[in-house]
T-cell receptor, first 112, second 113 residues
Framework: KAGVTQTPRYLIKTRGQQVTLSCSPI?????VSWYQQTPGQGLQFLFE???????NKGNFPGRFSGRQFSNSRSEMNVSTLELGDSALYLC???????????FGQGTRLTVV | SQQGEEDPQALSIQEGENATMNCSYK?????LQWYRQNSGRGLVHLIL?????REKHSGRLRVTLDTSKKSSSLLITASRAADTASYFC?????????????FGRGTQLTVWP
């Protein structure tokens, strides 16, 4: 079956702009979580959605937001982009609970 | 913080040798997962071991878990150049099903042909 799909794969944006990233989970998975990966901070948790509800949120400013649709697809939005938002953004899907989490290929965001 | 730590940070070996990476974490867990990441790409799921398991195998991979020491190890046997990647362990938090994983900084494995 198809894996986790993230679009787009690469993005270049200018400071102050906003960006929306998309994640389509594995069919049947209801949990989608988002992570930011940078060389300096490593993998940091952004938020997790299950059945359209945000259940958990990491320590990121309010400029980072997300949502999940009824088909479990999820989007994350970053407003007023800063240079420090340049990172690889990864989403993971799982059945929920204590099960394996599978990651997509990521979206590489560059803010100039 | 729950965040795990992998050790060593970097490991360089020859093809055919075994590679062992260790992971330590701080609080009780439900399970621990190991992932591989090739340069700048997504994380590939390797194996999940539950807190009531002590050892698990998958192909050339062997994972152990010692909950009393809050540590895990990943052994890759007969390594290949294609195993060159970063390896991460990820833990959840005991009693929580809220989908959050805690990652360490990873071990960069280089396998020379």
């Amino acid at each position: 079956k198809a894996g986790v799909t993230q679009t787009p794969r690469y993005l270049i944006k200018t400071r102050g702009q906003q960006v929306t990233l998309s994640c389509s989970p594995i069919s049947g998975h209801r949990s989608v979580s988002w992570y930011q990966q940078t060389p300096g901070q490593g993998l940091q948790f952004l938020f997790e959605y299950f059945s359209e509800t945000q259940r958990n949120k990491g320590n990121f400013p309010g400029r980072f937001s997300g949502r999940q649709f009824s088909n479990s697809r999820s989007e994350m939005n970053v407003s007023t982009l800063e240079l420090g938002d340049s990172a690889l953004y990864l989403c993971a899907s799982s059945l929920g609970g204590e099960t394996e989490a599978f990651f997509g290929q990521g979206t590489r965001l560059t803010v100039v | 913080s729950q965040q795990g730590e992998e050790d060593p940070q970097a490991l360089s070996i020859q093809e055919g040798e075994n590679a062992t990476m260790n992971c330590s974490y701080k609080t009780s867990i439900n399970n621990l997962q190991w992932y591989r990441q090739n340069s700048g790409r997504g994380l590939v799921h390797l194996i999940l071991i539950r807190s009531n398991e002590r050892e698990k195998h998958s192909g050339r991979l062997r994972v152990t878990l010692d909950t009393s020491k809050k540590s895990s190890s990943l052994l890759i046997t007969a390594s290949r150049a294609a195993d060159t990647a970063s390896y991460f362990c990820a833990t959840d938090a005991r009693g929580s099903t809220l989908g959050r994983l805690y990652f360490g900084r990873g071990t960069q494995l280089t396998v020379w042909p």
